[in-house]
């Protein structure tokens, strides 16, 4: 007697062992790969809230006014191939009131600053190419690295120039979804300066200051989905005022707002863009990975024993010779 084995153990001990290697293969080389910032991004991202601002027609500032935010963030998908591995976002930012809403050229608005950030799409981090204005620097700006970690990141702050140290407060709840919480606050610090009529920092004898710019922040509040590093709600108490050279108090207040906070639109749209991708990182990651390695495992197993058991054969003896 001898064995043979049929083809369907065959097959099914070889996409067994197939499964076995795809699963650590996904998990370990596919989904790293996978994790990446995309090139072609087109998201805007809306605070509102109410406070402070300086108002040029009447030349003084007016409080209890609808303030509202706009940060829109599109990739540059030539600047991007020409980089290597970096992403190039170009940014706006306008700071409005409801007097210049809607605005039909963001350059009406009250506030207008246009900056370039190049990242590196594996970990996020600053790539200093490519024409990127400002200078920036940090762990984190617009949003956190994949695999947020439970500890402080450096957060660039454009308005300060500078980074700060978001420190991990627990995880929180944003329209039913779950991220982690980093809070900070910006002390009052020297930002630049700027040519203003000295009556505005009461110097009226002179017709023209170089008057400090100074920067504060009543408190910085993010939270970050876990998985892709999104920020899913986002608040901000920007303080900016003006100050006599080399004086000690605020003698203009620009713009003073204690929370201004992403509108109920822009949080639902994070996260399901959020619920989005990081479904795909997890399924890539984990899901597929396990299911390969468990359906893989079964297969290899009972492939194996089906092989090792055969199918009994009678052998035939050979035919006797012929007389010559």
């Known amino acids: 007697m001898r064995r043979t084995a049929s083809p369907f153990s065959l097959v099914m001990l070889g996409f067994g062992t197939f499964l076995l290697v795809l699963a650590p293969l996904l998990a370990w080389y596919v989904q790293p790969r996978a994790a990446v910032n995309p090139v072609d991004i087109d998201t805007t991202a809306v605070y509102t ?24 963030v599109r990739g540059n998908v030539e600047a991007s191939a020409d980089s290597g591995n970096a992403a190039v976002w170009d940014v706006i930012t306008t700071v409005d009131t409801d007097k210049s809403l809607p605005a039909a050229d963001p350059h ?16 996020t981090k600053p790539v200093h190419c490519c024409e990127a204005e400002p200078h920036i620097e940090g762990e984190a700006y617009l949003k956190f690295p994949f695999d947020v970690q439970k500890r402080s990141y450096q ?11 978001m420190r991990y407060r627990g995880t929180e709840k944003v329209q039913g979804y779950t991220g982690y919480r980093f809070t900070a606050s910006v002390p009052a610090t020297k930002t630049g300066t700027r040519l203003v009529p000295g009556s505005l920092v009461d110097e009226p004898d002179r017709p023209q200051v170089l ?14 989905d876990q998985a892709t590093g999104r920020v899913v709600y986002a608040q901000t108490g920007p303080r900016r005022t003006l100050r006599a050279p080399g004086g000690d108090e605020d003698a203009a207040v620009l713009l003073d707002a204690e929370k201004l906070a992403f509108t109920t639109a822009t949080q639902k749209e994070a996260v399901r863009q959020a ?17 390969a390695a468990v359906a893989g495992f079964v297969l ?12 009994k054969e009678e052998e035939r003896p050979g035919l006797p010779g012929t007389a010559q």
């Open 155 to 165: 957060w660039w702050d454009n308005t300060l120039g500078d980074t700060v140290v």
């Open 300 to 311: 290899a197993v009972t492939g194996g024993i089906l092989v090792a058991r055969g199918r």
């Open 108 to 123: 009406d608005a009250l506030d207008f600053a246009p900056h370039r950030w190049v990242l590196d799409r594996q970990t």
């Open 49 to 72: 809230g109410r406070g402070s601002v300086f108002d040029l027609d009447r030349v003084e500032t007016v409080s209890g006014q609808a303030i509202t935010v706009t940060q829109r």
């Open 211 to 224: 008057a400090e710019e100074w920067y504060s922040n009543h408190g910085l509040e993010l939270v970050v």
């Open 275 to 291: 619920k989005r991708d990081s479904g795909q990182l997890r399924m890539v990651g984990e899901t597929v990975p396990v299911g």
